[in-house]
């Protein structure tokens, strides 16, 4: 499975976008590009996932480059609750577990 | 509801001893795995099984065992060869193309 980078850290204030990036510059054709999202001393939970066009769910964006070397997840309106580690996960579809969860972003929402 | 149960949420042992962790899951997904996550990490794969009675290590399955003689349960035994156990355990489970669905993670602390 491909790697990812992520910034290691990112601020938002309360009510506004929260775009979170995500580089995979090496990620395969038949990769889907997963996000989960982990709230502390929790297990982590799906948020979303596609493979080359842009998708969206009740809680988040996902928009994916044209080359699909990078990715942005956007939370819409961020609250409090929405203070989290945030992963991005390359892998094929059928392989799920075996996909490698990089430092994640840790993204702190503020009043 | 459906879900994953890792018990207990905290658990203590001296040096030198196994020590076994439980999960179990009543979605009926046929894939498990156990991942351990270190303070301000990501999550490593330490086994991971995708159907009853056949399990695959991970990328640290060293100082660690497994078994899934039923589908709804996937022990994780810690062993005194694993010399660093001090760590937060995660289990997930799946079913074919979805996302993975995680446990809220056992609290190893080994003394």
């Known amino acids: 499975d491909a790697k990812t980078t992520q910034p290691p850290s990112m601020d938002c204030a309360e009510g506004r976008a929260a775009n979170l990036p995500c580089n995979h510059s090496t990620i395969s054709g038949n990769e889907y590009v997963y996000w989960y999202r982990q709230i502390h001393s929790q297990g982590p939970q799906y948020i979303i996932h596609?493979?080359?066009n842009n998708e969206t769910n009740e809680m988040a964006s996902l928009i994916i480059t044209e080359d699909r070397k990078s990715s942005t997840l956007i939370l819409p309106h961020a609250t409090l609750r929405d203070t989290a580690v945030y992963y991005c996960i390359v892998r094929v579809e059928t392989n799920a577990g075996k996909s490698t969860f990089g430092d994640g972003t840790t993204l702190t929402v503020k009043p | 509801d459906g879900g994953i149960t890792q018990s207990p949420k905290y658990l203590f042992r001296k040096e030198g001893q196994n020590v076994t962790l439980s999960c179990e899951q009543n979605l009926n997904h046929d894939a498990m795995y156990w991942y351990r996550q270190d303070p301000g990490q990501g999550l490593r794969l330490i086994y991971y099984?995708?159907?009853?009675?056949?399990?695959q290590k991970g990328d640290i399955a060293e100082g660690y065992s497994v078994s899934r003689e039923k589908k709804e349960s996937f022990p994780l035994t810690v062993t005194s060869a694993q010399k660093n156990p001090t760590a937060f355990y995660l289990c997930?489970?799946?079913?074919?193309?979805?996302?993975?669905?995680f446990g809220n993670g056992t609290r190893l602390t080994v003394t």
């Open positions: 997930a489970s799946n079913t074919g193309l979805s996302p993975l669905h």
């Open positions: 596609g493979l080359k």
């Open positions: 099984s995708q159907i009853v009675n056949d399990f």
